[in-house]
T-cell receptor, first 109, second 111 residues
Framework: AQRVTQPEKLLSVFKGAPVELKCNYS??????LFWYVQYSRQRLQLLLR??SRESIKGFTADLNKGETSFHLKKPFAQEEDSAMYYC???????????FGTGTRLKVLA | DVKVTQSSRYLVKRTGEKVFLECVQD?????MFWYRQDPGLGLRLIYF???????EKGDIPEGYSVSREKKERFSLILESASTNQTSMYLC??????????FGQGTRLTVV
């Protein structure tokens, strides 16, 4: 069965500190992995996807198939990074799009 | 600019009412999804559709049904609304295996 696990409901860090939001998945095939972000009073939007290997707003995420992880990282957190972050998994074979429970990131001044 | 539009931002309905939530996308996407978003539970998939008139149950389909008569429109139906269906409902669409685009959400309160 497809599953996405985000173990932390809340992560608080100080401005300028490194950030790592954890995501683990279970899927037997080759999934597409994504990170979505929801800022206050805004709709959910894509932050990045593993296939593009981009850095967006200073965030990066590496797919580790051995550990079935897709952790989101940023070396220096900014206050504007405070938001809800969701890890998601999709697969072209099943069409389903599954999300984790989300991690709320609070960046403290 | 891509658009996924949900018909209502806020709805208040009475227990037992039949409720329709409408979603329209203008990107010609094959896939459309309905989720409910609850604190601590994240986004849970209710139903999804991969083509016109095609649908599959998600993780929490009980008490809900869906309709997709046209490619651009995906409706979520609460057959008999109950208080435990009070939630934020999110519609999304995507091309196969691609980024999902979300609507602004409908906050439904069942009293």
């Amino acid at each position: 069965a497809q599953r996405v696990t985000q173990p932390e409901k809340l992560l608080s860090v100080f401005k300028g500190a490194p950030v790592e939001l954890k995501c683990n998945y279970s899927y037997s095939g080759s999934p597409e992995l994504f990170w979505y972000v929801q800022y206050s009073r805004q709709r959910l939007q894509l932050l990045l996807r593993h296939i593009s290997r981009e850095s967006i707003k200073g965030f990066t995420a590496d797919l580790n198939k051995g550990e079935t992880s897709f952790h989101l990282k940023k070396p220096f957190a900014q206050e504007e990074d405070s938001a809800m972050y969701y890890c998601a998994l999709s697969n072209s074979g099943t069409y389903k799009y599954i999300f984790g429970t989300g991690t709320r990131l609070k960046v403290l001044a | 600019d891509v658009k996924v539009t949900q018909s209502s931002r806020y709805l208040v309905k009475r227990t037992g009412e039949k409720v329709f939530l409408e979603c329209v996308q203008d990107m010609d996407h094959e896939n459309m999804f309905w989720y409910r978003q609850d604190p601590g539970l994240g986004l849970r998939l209710i139903y999804f559709s991969y083509d016109v008139k095609m649908k599959e149950k998600g993780d929490i389909p009980e008490g809900y049904s869906v309709s997709r008569e046209k490619k651009e429109r995906f409706s979520l139906i609460l057959e008999s609304a109950s208080t435990n269906q009070t939630s934020m409902y999110l519609c999304a669409s995507s091309a196969i295996g691609q980024e999902a685009f979300f609507g602004q959400g409908t906050r439904l309160t069942v009293v």
